[in-house]
């Protein structure tokens, strides 16, 4: 009789050159399987994490707009010390007002202007210039409504100002290769920003100010 040969536990001949080459194998797919996971893992934290930013810098950038806005014009206690408060510039990009400091009690100009160069909102006032308000800015509009209802990008005259729509486009900082752009964001004024065509995420910000010292 033919007699069978079995493999025990305390066998020691070691494996097989079949069972290395599976042992192997498996191991080399369990690898790449984890590395897969990690690096998915990796992309979409990173992600995650642009979007988290740039949402937290449009959101500080319509804050601080409407916290300053909001002043356009207050004369302080006596409103016949200064007659003159109110806007100075108002256009699509750039808006600047002058207004009664209420720690100083003087006459201060604060204004916001939007660079399509560095792409960045920047704020000026009595004792800051060119202060970084936000970075990775796509654009800025500024839409006014005057005291008779009707609506503008150049609004005059600038003292029948009542209210403005900010909208402001912000981006992520890096690019996302599996990730395509292609979506168009329209603006208070009817006009629209893109399509991009580009690996960057976007959030159209917006916000109404009233004038409440107009």
Same mark, same amino acid.
């Given at each position: 009789?033919?007699?069978?040969? +079995?493999r %025990?536990l ?9 069972? #290395?080459i599976? @042992? $192997?194998? /498996? ?15 990796s992309? +979409?934290? %990173?992600?995650?994490e642009n ?6 810098? #449009?959101?500080a @950038? $319509?804050? /601080? ?14 409103p ?7 806007f100075?510039?108002?256009?699509a ?8 400091d ?8 604060v ?5 399509g ?9 009595g ?6 308000v ?8 500024y839409?006014?409504t005057?005291?008779?209802g009707s ?27 599996d990730?395509?752009?292609?979506t ?6 009817g ?11 976007r959030?159209?910000?917006e ?8």
């Amino acid at each position: 009789m033919k007699r069978i040969h +079995t493999r %025990t536990l305390d066998d020691d001949r070691g494996l097989t050159l079949v069972e #290395l080459i599976v @042992a $192997l194998a /498996l191991a080399t797919m369990v690898s790449l399987a984890l590395v897969s996971t990690f690096t998915s893992y990796s992309r +979409t934290r %990173t992600v995650q994490e642009n979007v988290i930013a740039m949402q937290q810098n #449009l959101r500080a @950038a $319509l804050y /601080l707009m409407g916290r300053d806005l909001r002043m356009a014009g207050y004369r302080g206690p006596d409103p016949t010390s200064a007659p003159a408060a109110g806007f100075i510039t108002a256009n699509a990009t750039t808006l600047s007002f002058s207004m009664v400091d209420e720690t100083t009690n003087a006459l201060t100009t604060v204004s916001y202007q939007y660079d399509g160069t560095s792409d960045t909102l920047r704020r000026s006032d009595g004792t800051m210039t060119n202060e970084l308000v936000a970075e990775n800015i796509d654009g800025v509009e500024y839409y006014y409504t005057l005291s008779d209802g009707s609506q503008s990008t150049t609004p005059t005259p600038l003292g029948n100002i009542r209210s403005v729509q900010i909208a402001i486009l912000a981006r992520t900082d890096r690019n996302d290769r599996d990730f395509s752009n292609a979506t168009t964001y329209t603006r208070p004024s009817g006009a629209t920003w893109g399509p991009y065509n580009d690996g960057r995420r976007r959030r159209l910000g917006e916000s109404v100010i009233l004038f409440r010292n107009m």
